[in-house]
């Protein structure tokens, strides 16, 4: 009889050895693939939590940055947590009063999609008994450090979401009552024209849902859109990126109850109603796969969607008159007609176009004026109104301006600034037809500011720090968490006053500091076309797939080991 010698008995332990290890591979593998499934499989429109107002091991509401005292506000849950009401106290004060708290386990950021459902409901009256607006607020977020004097004092101003009565006036909102542009309805002020509010029901409730894709937020009321935008910059985001449920009141006897709160994974909005003043259009050229020298945004007045809507995003719009002309898009005249001084804003947020510290852009503009006191904002701290613009304003016809945070003149760090604010740059040049053009270059958060002169050169006018400008006095200093949005803010304030704007322009890159790009960070070629390989079903069909791609390769190294041993 043969028997196994030394050298084949030890091929064959071997072999076995491999095999044994292959398969205990496999189940480690699989066993780990199930431990993710578990945890990860969760599929867009899969209920993830509804909230109950009663508090559970998610969700523990508390009273938190009450102006006047805790006692203000008081919030009943129902027997079963399906539904609350909170309410202002009538003897105090109004003011400022949070209820809720972070829904644990959930967060905001890239990447991450959720859709909030509610049904809401405001009860106010006013001394004469009539229905208004209760300044009622509900916000999806909650700040990340719970410390009691930091909620107090700092910690509201991150939260972000929707603000008044969908019935009276309303708008989209950050921090406690503060309106935010939105892309397309939402101003520094309520809306209030009755085309853009809501119905109620028979109970006074309205629908109330938010669709978060990343840092957007789309908001709808019955299904209807209303408005949107980028709610979740650098700065909110560490401050307050938990997911959370936060109830706001103002004014004395207010009350707004809300009920059926609930949150589920991915965009489960399905056709929605879209007003009129909403046109879908395409997107303005992506910063990522442009090249230095690219032009990146064009001004298009007669446009309305969401790549750029120019409209009134401020009060004092009755005073101002705005003529726009169809053949000749980027132009536009706005013109005092009301008689009386009064500080308004025109433009818009150029959507997918932030600053960040990586961000180099060039921006253009050509501006005519009849008199002093109008300007032009080139960036936006995001989510504060456009009053917090940067700007250059002046008298650009007689060659007077002054860099500006919102309405303020801020100090100049190339030209001293005469007592009346404004610094004179007597060789600006005007061309023909009486414009002046100005040229910024936003190299990350600084601004350098530009005039074309005399001579037919870019001359320097001043440099500013978007995140810390300075009154022109001294006696304030505006201080930004990183996050800007490029927008077209038109800033005008004088009874007899003209001023018209075109040729209104946004390249990529430093285009006269640094026009070959060797300053610029980021890529500037257009990024590589890259193919996925398709993944089959949902995302827990992705762990299928990627267990039997796994089974494969172990069986594989088995097999490989055998042959090799043979």
């Known amino acids: 009889m043969y028997q196994f010698g030394k050298t084949e008995n030890y091929e064959m332990k071997s072999i076995m050895k491999k095999i044994l290890s292959a398969i205990l591979a496999l189940t480690m593998i699989l066993a780990l693939v199930a431990a993710m499934g578990i945890t990860a499989s969760a599929k867009d429109g899969d209920l993830l939590y509804t909230v109950n107002f009663k508090g559970d091991d998610k969700f523990a509401p508390a009273k938190f940055s009450c102006l006047n005292g805790d006692d203000v506000i008081t919030a009943v849950p129902s027997d079963d947590g399906s539904s609350v009401t909170a309410t202002y106290s009538a003897d105090a004060a109004a003011g400022r009063a949070f209820w809720g ?10 990447g991450k999609q959720y859709t909030i459902t509610m049904k809401m409901a405001v009860a106010y009256t006013d ?9 009622a607020g509900v916000y999806i977020n909650m700040p990340t450090s719970t410390d009691a004097k930091y909620l107090l004092d700092q910690g509201y101003k991150s939260l972000v979401g929707y603000y008044g009565c969908p019935n009276i006036r309303h708008t989209l909102s950050y921090g406690a009552g503060g309106k935010s542009v939105g892309a397309l309805i939402s101003e520094d002020v309520y809306i209030t024209d009755a ?12 629908d109330l849902t938010f669709a978060v894709d990343g840092k957007n937020v789309k908001v709808y009321i019955n299904n209807v859109y209303l408005d949107e935008f980028d709610a979740f910059n650098e700065g909110l985001l560490d401050k307050a990126e938990s997911l959370g449920f936060v109830i706001y009141l103002y004014n004395k006897s207010a009350s707004v109850t809300f009920k059926d709160v609930k949150v589920y994974e991915g965009i489960t909005v399905t056709n929605p109603t879209y007003p009129d003043y909403y046109v879908e259009g395409a997107k303005v050229t992506n910063y990522e796969s442009s090249r230095t020298g690219d032009l990146l945004f064009t001004a298009d007045f007669t446009r309305k969607d969401t790549g750029f809507y120019g409209r009134f995003v401020a009060s004092n719009d009755n005073l101002y008159t705005a003529t726009i002309d169809p053949a000749n898009p980027g132009y536009i005249k706005i013109e005092n007609t009301g008689g009386k001084a009064g500080t308004t804003y025109y433009g818009g947020i150029i959507e997918g176009l932030e600053v960040n510290s990586e961000t180099r852009y060039t921006y253009d503009v050509k501006i005519k004026t009849s008199a ?43 030209r001293e600034l005469a007592s009346n604010g404004y610094a004179s740059v007597s060789n600006m040049a005007l061309d023909a037809e009486g414009y002046a053009s100005l040229r910024a270059e936003l190299h990350g958060y600084e601004f350098t500011a530009y005039y074309l002169n005399t001579e037919g050169n870019w001359e320097l006018y001043t440099k500013v720090d978007m995140t810390h400008t300075t009154k022109n ?6 201080i930004h968490d990183t996050g800007f949005d490029l927008a077209v803010c038109l800033t005008l304030n004088n009874k007899d006053l003209v001023a018209e704007y075109k040729d209104i322009n946004v390249y990529k890159g430093l285009l006269i500091t640094d026009p070959e790009g060797k300053l610029d960070p980021v890529i500037t070629e257009p990024a590589p076309e890259t193919t996925e390989p398709p993944v089959s079903g949902e995302t827990g069909d992705s762990f299928v797939v990627f267990a039997a791609i796994a089974a494969v390769a172990v069986i594989g190294v088995a097999v490989v080991a055998k042959r090799r041993e043979n």
């Open 473 to 478: 006095d001294g006696s304030a200093e505006y």
């Open 195 to 206: 085309k853009y509010l809501s119905t109620v029901d028979s109970e006074g409730f309205v």
């Open 372 to 414: 002093q006191n109008a300007g032009f904002g080139f960036a936006v701290p995001t989510l504060y109104p456009f009053g917090n613009s940067i700007a250059l304003y002046g008298n650009f016809k007689t060659g007077g301006i002054a860099t500006q945070h919102g309405a303020n003149k801020v100090l100049n760090q190339v």
């Open 101 to 110: 708290g972070a829904i644990k386990g959930f967060t905001y950021g890239e």
């Open 127 to 135: 001394t004469d008994g009539k229905l208004a607006s209760g300044n």
